[in-house]
């Protein structure tokens, strides 16, 4: 059973940096579509950034998030990152790793929809104060 585990949330000032960490075990990582999602208070869950297998792509972002935000991953530690630069307090929510098994050959790894997302962590709080 995949399990995910998020990192790395806290309370940071506008303009500050954070960076989120995600712990793949359960299966094979590298087989796995990869992504940050947000849910904010009252706000539905959306999503922020994904990343492909093999990480050797740029990532898909949210327009809210590009040019400010960056996911990466490393294959070797099974692990996520999510690199988060000039936080803007419409950043404070929940932040949720997901991953999507990428062995069809037809799965999108940069969908930003959060419903095609089987599996899911407990998420980390991120509070970005004015």
């Known amino acids: 059973q995949v399990q995910l585990v998020e990192s790395g949330g806290g309370s940071v000032q506008s303009g500050g940096s954070l960076r989120l960490s995600c712990s793949f075990s359960?299966?094979?990582?590298?087989?796995?579509?990869m992504g940050w999602f947000r849910q904010g208070p009252g706000k539905e869950r959306e999503g922020v950034a994904t990343?492909?297998?093999?990480?050797?792509?740029?990532?898909t972002y949210s327009p809210s998030v590009e040019g400010r935000f960056t996911i990466s991953r490393d294959n070797a530690k099974n692990t996520i990152y999510l690199q988060m630069n000039a936080l803007k307090t419409e950043d404070t929510a929940m932040y949720y790793c997901?991953?999507?098994?990428?062995?069809?050959?037809?799965?999108?790894?940069?969908?930003?929809?959060?419903?095609?997302?089987?599996?899911w962590g407990q998420g980390t709080q991120v509070t970005v104060s004015s």
């Open positions: 359960g299966d094979t990582f590298s087989a796995y579509c």
């Open positions: 990343i492909d297998r093999d990480g050797g792509g740029r990532g």
């Open positions: 997901a991953a999507l098994s990428g062995r069809s050959g037809t799965v999108y790894c940069g969908s930003l929809v959060p419903q095609q997302y089987p599996f």
